[in-house]
T-cell receptor
Framework: DARVTQTPRDKVTEMGQEVTMRCQPI?????VFWYRQTMMQGLELLAY????????DSGMPKDRFSAEMPDATLATLKIQPSEPRDSAVYFC????????????FGDGTRLSIL | KNQVEQSPQSLIILEGKNCTLQ??????????LRWYKQDTGRGPVSLTI?????NTKSNGRYTATLDADTKQSSLHITASQLSDSASYIC?????????????FGQGTTLQVKP
């Protein structure tokens, strides 16, 4: 089965460090989503891209977060500088078409900022 | 305000029993409603997607219903198995076409005991 692949699986780092999370969408999927999940907030949409162009990043703190899609097989989410409140599980999902289409999720990057 | 509320927050049942999870929403304009299953440490997996005109959809032992008039959905699990232990997330899509916005519920955590 085709799958969304996320790396790293787990990341522990100190406050102030840069964190980069990577996502390989399912081949042929042209829309990529980044989500954050915490116990308190549940799942939140941070940003999404279609055909590598950012369409909506309204859920993302602009001062420290950035999302890019350098090519069709790689999406990245960066946090710089990281803060303890960024500790969460970050999910990437991909789809063919927009947010109304079925999304396939990766297994997430569990991020802990000390 | 667009909102999705799920109940109960958590549920414990015995293996072999049936259960029903609830989802109430105030989302406009409504596009579709999805139920996801999320195993511990994994990404969400889609169970069902229903549009406005659909009032029931099944996926194996999972049956989702939708009442667009009362803005309620339920997920019924028949003959539960230990592997059904997971979080179940209701997601409503607002908008249309490729510009929809996803509204997430907080999830119901189901534990199936032997």
């Amino acid at each position: 089965d085709a799958r969304v692949t996320q790396t790293p699986r787990d990341k522990v780092t100190e406050m102030g460090q840069e964190v980069t999370m990577r996502c390989q969408p399912i081949l042929g999927h042209n829309t990529v989503f980044w989500y954050r999940q915490t116990m308190m907030q549940g799942l939140e949409l941070l940003a999404y891209f279609r055909n590598r162009a950012p369409l909506d990043d309204s859920g993302m703190p602009k001062d420290r977060f950035s999302a890019e899609m350098p090519d069709a097989t790689l999406a990245t989410l960066k946090i710089q500088p990281s803060e303890p409140r960024d500790s969460a599980v970050y999910f990437c999902a991909s789809a063919v078409g927009g947010p109304n289409q079925p999304q396939h999720f990766g297994d997430g990057t569990r991020l802990s900022i000390l | 305000k667009n909102q999705v509320e799920q109940s109960p927050q958590s549920l414990i049942i015995l293996e072999g029993k049936n259960c029903t999870l609830q989802c109430n929403y105030t989302v406009s304009p409504f596009s579709n409603l999805r139920w996801y299953k999320q195993d511990t440490g994994r990404g969400p997996v889609s169970l069902t997607i229903m549009t406005f005109s659909e009032n029931t959809k099944s996926n194996g032992r999972y049956t989702a219903t939708l009442d667009a008039d009362t803005k309620q959905s339920s997920l019924h699990i028949t003959a539960s198995q230990l592997s059904d232990s997971a979080s179940y997330i209701c997601v409503v899509s607002a908008g249309s076409g490729n510009t929809g916005k996803l509204i997430f519920g907080q999830g119901t955590t189901l534990q199936v005991k032997p």
